[in-house]
Nanobody, 123 residues
Framework: VQLQASGGGSVQAGGSLRLACADS????????MAWFRRAPGKEREFVAG????????IYTESVKDRFTITRDRARNTVFLQMNSLTPEDTAVYYC?????????????????WGQGTQVTVSS
């Protein structure tokens, strides 16, 4: 399994970005998937997760109503639509494959990680 994250960039506050995580190994279709982020000087933080079939999603409180996680199983890709971005969203974003079929909020429930994509939001 190789997870390739893309879509990061620099935007002004209030802007939007759409991250994508492509699974080149095509082995994650039955696994929950998630996005985490690590801001400078901070611990890695869970952002959003989605179940294997897309029916269940969970979010950290600070991104609810602003971020949306979706997946396209046919394309083996998971997306994170990020709207109303703030400087506090600045971080490296990582996608991860879950051990099970449903997402969890802790990193030890994920066994494969992408390389990360930088998101920078300026005020």
């Amino acid at each position: 399994v190789q997870l390739q994250a893309s879509g990061g960039g620099s935007v002004q506050a209030g802007g939007s970005l759409r991250l994508a995580c492509a699974d080149s190994g095509r082995t994650s279709s039955n696994n929950g998937m998630a996005w985490f982020r690590r801001a400078p000087g901070k611990e890695r933080e869970f952002v959003a997760g989605i179940s294997w079939n897309g029916d269940n999603t969970i979010y950290t409180e600070s991104v609810k109503d602003r971020f949306t996680i979706t997946r396209d199983r046919a394309r083996n890709t998971v997306f994170l639509q990020m709207n109303s971005l703030t400087p506090e969203d600045t971080a490296v974003y990582y996608c991860a494959r879950g051990i099970g079929s449903y997402p969890a909020r802790t990193g030890n429930r994920y066994d494969k990680w992408g390389q990360g994509t930088q998101v920078t939001v300026s005020s």
